[in-house]
């Protein structure tokens, strides 16, 4: 345990951030999430050829569509976003605690242990041990691997923010959260269901797994990094520390009590249905604490998102963010899910959180990190990240439109009793669609990747520009 | 203590999660411990096993070949269960739900509105109630088509229904294209889904409580059963 000394906090001037953050792991956890998105991304993009009827590979049992569907979901959730928050965890909590993580072997054995959790799930699911556990796909033997993992996280980085003396920002409280959080929900949602109860109470059980991961794993650890991103990046701090407060303890509250909203009208008793959905309400309303907090900051600085590329993933982020919000709570209502359930509205719903908001905010994180961890000035082609966005962005915007269309004519179609091979023909043009938005998803991504290669290649003939900001405030200023 | 670590650490982390869980989980948990979970044992026992007796009849060879002790309780439970299993592993419970809604008209189009006590049973252990329907549900799929169609179908799903965008399972057959072990199975376990139904079965006019001509009158059954 190397901890700094307790006086390093009393002076902060004297602190060098060097000696806090590794940025190796930084970087290689990028890599490693960039690496998962391309792969989630392909096999996304072979399971709608699926639904064009177009596969590729039908004879091979390996690349059975079904099993990608799988690999492509948790690609997303375990190694995409998984690794970028860790990386940007690994960046942010040294800066807010003044102090290391507790140890960097630990570090490189975690990094490397949960990437053998995401290789071997990846493995797991093609070649056939699924476990029933929708985005708890892991297979059983894999589990108490990815538990362990967690714990070790958990210890890495509750060891600095417990020893930092003075208040808290709010950033580490979500953290923290977020950190018990974790472990719990993956530990209840892949064993419970499995071992210890079946039936409808498991779907209960399910249900609150799918959404605990949502809102108790990726939420916080998203909201806190926002928290500290956009005041540093804007050089301000945020609007309302006592909005964000209310913002945390909503979420903690009424988050977890939403599970069962995903089995609405299923044999699960319908007064905890009735409760789930007005929890989730209640959720909105907390989000829109974040969203207001991260607008009113934003005020007055509408150029930066002409200047700021992260900054202008931020907020994409966030208006899909608030549209995301708004529209579960309609979508959660018993009258939408009449509708709406079983149907491509909810996939849409589904890619524009976990992409359009949480992507898209790792990707903003990126895209102000990656120069200066490879050692670079700036970017290779700043030009190239408008590529990125602007095909990621509008990608996204028409695959949440035409899915969520989609939604609701196979869910008419379906109430109106229509022959079900004929629902899948109107279909067909919009899972076309789908497949054409989310190619050009895959082409942007190309192009950050092409980028980044570049500035690695070239980084120190690289001049300085306004897409790779050189700030580098010390955090604790903005914790008042 | 609202803004301390040990605060959100206690408070948030743990408390609030635990609640969720009570209210959430264990609630629905407790309703039904008094409802047996059903082993494979009893499923089988009360089983029909008709379907899989025709399997054995169709094809003889293979059916010796994979399931040497013939159509017994044993063999229809072990076929139960793989095919179970491959319907998890293959990730059919993804495009299949298994689950009639009472809305939308579902008990019209699939059967019967989803009762709590069928779900208690070691195979849907965890629940395969489902999210997303590519497919149609196939909680009452169970003698909805025959054997023949199946094995037709699993084989190249477009030649049964051309607008279909099931992927194909080539490895549920043999050389010869004759259904093996696991094809077997699965087609035993998708026959086996709803056959636990007084209705069964509810999509055709032949079997224990069939006749052509109940249909209609089943449905308006249905839609009172609780």
Redo the contacts between chains.
């Keep these: 345990m190397t901890a700094a000394s307790p006086s390093i906090s009393k002076d902060v001037s004297n602190v060098s951030l060097n000696d806090l953050v590794n940025e190796k792991l930084v970087l290689w956890h990028f890599i490693a999430s960039l690496t998962y998105v391309m792969i989630a991304m392909l096999a996304g993009f072979l399971f709608s050829l699926?639904?064009?009827?177009i596969?590729p590979f039908?004879?091979m049992?390996l690349f059975?569509?079904?099993?990608w569907?799988?690999v492509h979901t948790n690609g997303v959730a375990y190694g995409f976003i998984a690794n970028a928050f860790l990386g940007a965890l690994y960046w942010a909590v040294p800066r807010l605690t003044l102090r290391r993580v507790l140890s960097v072997k630990l570090s490189w054995f975690i990094f490397v242990a949960w990437q053998v959790v995401v290789l071997s799930t990846v493995v797991g699911l093609l070649t056939?041990?699924?476990?029933?556990?929708?985005w708890g796909?892991t297979p059983i033997f894999i589990d108490p691997l990815a538990v362990v993992g967690l714990i070790l996280v958990a210890c890495n980085f509750l060891t600095p923010?417990?020893k930092s003396e003075g208040?808290?920002y709010v950033t580490l409280?979500y953290f923290?959260?977020a950190?018990?959080?974790t472990i719990?929900?993956y530990a209840?949602g892949n064993y419970?269901?499995?071992f210890f109860?079946?039936?409808?109470?498991?779907?209960?059980?399910?249900?609150?797994f799918?959404h605990?991961l949502v809102g108790?794993f990726v939420t916080p650890l998203g909201w806190g990094l926002m928290y500290y991103f956009v005041p540093i990046l804007l050089k301000k701090p945020i609007w309302s520390h006592g909005l964000s407060?209310v913002g945390?303890?909503g979420l903690?509250?009424f988050y977890?009590?939403?599970?069962?909203h995903?089995?609405l009208?299923?044999?699960?008793?319908m007064f905890?249905q009735y409760?789930?959905v007005i929890a989730t309400i209640a959720v909105e309303l907390v989000v829109t604490t974040v969203v207001v907090n991260f607008f009113l900051t934003i005020r007055g600085r509408g150029d930066a998102l002409r200047t700021n590329m992260p900054i202008r993933w931020f907020y994409i982020g966030m208006v899909f963010y608030f549209t995301t919000c708004l529209q579960c709570a309609f979508q959660v209502s018993l009258t939408f899910?009449?509708?709406v359930?079983?149907?491509d509205w909810?996939?849409g719903h589904s890619h524009l959180v976990m992409f359009g908001v949480f992507g898209f905010w790792i990707f903003g994180i990126m895209t102000h990190l990656l120069p200066r961890l490879m050692g670079a000035k700036g970017w290779y082609r700043t030009a190239w990240n408008e590529w990125h966005f602007w095909l990621t962005g509008i990608g996204m915007l028409v695959m949440f439109f035409d899915l969520t269309i989609a939604g609701l004519v196979q869910?008419f179609m379906?109430?109106?009793?229509a022959v079900?091979?004929a629902t899948?023909?109107a279909s067909q043009p919009f899972?076309l669609l789908r497949t054409i938005s989310g190619s050009a998803i895959i082409i942007g991504q190309f192009f950050f990747i092409f980028n980044i290669l570049m500035t690695a290649v070239y980084r120190h003939s690289i001049e300085p520009n306004s897409q790779s900001s050189g700030v580098d405030p010390v955090a604790p200023a903005l914790a008042s | 203590m609202?803004?301390?670590?040990s605060g959100?650490?206690l408070?948030?982390?743990?408390f609030?999660?635990v609640?969720?869980?009570v209210?959430?989980?264990l609630?629905?948990?407790m309703?039904?411990i008094n409802?047996p979970?059903q082993t494979l044992e009893d499923l089988v026992a009360d089983g029909v096993i008709h379907e899989f007796a025709e399997l054995a009849e169709k094809f003889p060879d293979q059916f010796a070949q994979h399931f040497p002790d013939g159509v017994t309780r044993n063999s229809f439970a072990e076929a139960l269960q793989r095919g179970h299993d491959?319907y998890?592993?293959?990730?059919?419970?993804?495009?299949h739900?298994q689950?009639i809604?009472?809305?939308?008209?579902?008990d019209?189009?699939w059967g019967p509105v989803?009762?709590?006590r069928?779900?208690?049973?070691?195979l849907?252990?965890?629940?395969?109630?489902?999210?997303?329907?590519?497919g149609?549900d196939l909680i009452r799929e169970g003698a909805r088509h025959s054997n023949d169609w199946h094995v037709a179908h699993f084989h190249t799903p477009?030649n049964v229904?051309?607008?279909?965008?099931m992927?194909?399972?080539?490895?549920f057959y043999d050389d010869d294209d004759y259904p093996n072990r696991d094809g077997m199975s699965i087609i035993t376990y998708v026959q086996w889904l709803g056959s636990w139904l007084a209705e069964y079965p509810y999509y055709r006019g032949e079997g224990p409580s069939g006749d052509t001509l109940g249909h209609v009158e089943k449905v308006t059954e249905a839609a009172v059963t609780p």
């Design positions: 699926q639904l064009l009827q596969y039908p004879e049992e059975s569509p079904g099993r569907r799988m056939g041990y699924a476990q029933a556990v929708e796909e923010i417990l208040p808290m409280w923290i959260a950190f018990v959080w719990l929900v209840m419970i269901p499995q109860v079946g039936g409808t109470a498991a779907g209960a059980i399910a249900g609150l799918i605990d108790l407060l945390f303890w903690a509250f977890p009590l939403n599970g069962i995903h089995f009208y299923s044999p699960i008793p905890l409760g789930a899910q009449k509708i359930h079983f149907t909810v996939v869910g379906w109430r109106d009793l079900w091979e899948l023909t899972w | 609202f803004e301390s670590k959100v650490f408070i948030a982390g743990l609030f999660f609640l969720s869980f209210v959430m989980g609630l629905p948990w309703m039904y409802e979970e491959i998890v592993a293959e990730a059919c419970w993804h495009c739900s689950q809604r009472p809305v939308s008209g579902e019209l189009r989803s009762h709590a069928e779900y208690q049973n070691v849907q252990r965890p629940v395969l109630f489902g999210t997303r329907r590519v149609p477009v229904v051309p607008t279909s965008v992927p194909r399972y080539p490895w």
